[in-house]
């Protein structure tokens, strides 16, 4: 016999054909069904495994190989407590997203299946009707790089150009707390 099972299997059935004429022929033939019936149980089991995992039901299932619902459960029924592994993510490139306001770099990286996220801590207040004004001024993973779908892009905003055309880096609000005992302009009263 060769090393390929199915080369071996598809000479088997070939013999098979021939229908045996005498006991020792009979005897070869035997030997050819069970190697013919291993390899139809194996590529049985790969297949039902294969249908369950893309969610084919038992009653889908069983109806294919003519056999109850209830008969193919009991089969393979364990074959649903294996762990799948989790599909692989595809993979995605980066793009260059320096240079651009923050909603325009936002949906860039939507666009392409990516996570954007701010490195600074507290952006939120300054990203509201004037996120526009932000411009990103560095990325990581760097563009070019080939990352899983859905992987985090992180991005470090300045604000953009102001009259004076200087980049004023992104600042989180004071705290309020370090401003008591400083004068209200507007009321000239100490600020609690």
Request: negative net charge; hydrophobic residues 35%.
């Amino acid at each position: 016999m060769s090393r390929d099972p199915w080369h071996d299997g598809r000479e088997a059935w070939e013999r098979l054909a021939r229908r045996p004429r005498s006991g020792e022929e009979a005897l070869g033939a035997l030997s050819d069904i069970g190697h013919v019936r291993r390899l139809l149980d194996q590529a049985e089991l790969e297949a039902v495994r294969a249908a369950r995992r893309d969610r084919r039901s038992w009653a889908e299932i069983a109806t294919r190989l003519g056999v109850s619902r209830q008969s193919a459960w009991e089969r393979w029924k364990d074959l649903d407590e294996e762990p799948s592994a989790p599909a692989p993510r595809p993979r995605v490139t980066v793009p260059n997203v320096v240079g651009m306001s923050w909603p325009t770099a936002q949906h860039r990286l939507l666009e392409e299946r990516l996570h954007p996220v701010i490195a600074d801590p507290a952006p939120t207040p300054f990203l509201g009707p004037e996120a526009a004004d932000f411009e990103v001024v560095d990325q990581k993973p760097t563009a070019g790089e080939r990352v899983a779908s859905h992987s985090p892009v992180t991005v470090w905003l300045h604000r953009g150009p102001g009259s004076a055309g200087v980049h004023a880096p992104l600042q989180p609000p004071p705290d309020p707390h370090a401003r008591r005992g400083a004068i209200d302009e507007e009321t000239g009263e100490s600020v609690r």
